[in-house]
């Protein structure tokens, strides 16, 4: 199958909508992977000791 001359590659794949998404979608998951990282070696939420300092400071 010609991948290149098919209905799909060129009215969907090939379309600048459907490549800035991608763009954005390696940002995005580029830009929020330490928070991920960060939480599943921790084990805690990520701002438990700035709600809790905060929390302390309000008393």
Not at 35 to 52: D, N, T
């Amino acid at each position: 199958m010609d991948l290149c001359h098919s209905w799909i590659y060129e009215q969907v794949l090939n379309t600048e909508g459907f490549m800035w998404t991608i763009v954005y979608s390696v940002l995005g998951v580029n830009v929020f992977s330490p928070l991920i990282v960060w939480y599943f070696i921790e084990g805690k939420p990520l701002f438990a000791k700035a709600r809790k300092s905060f929390k302390q400071q309000q008393r």
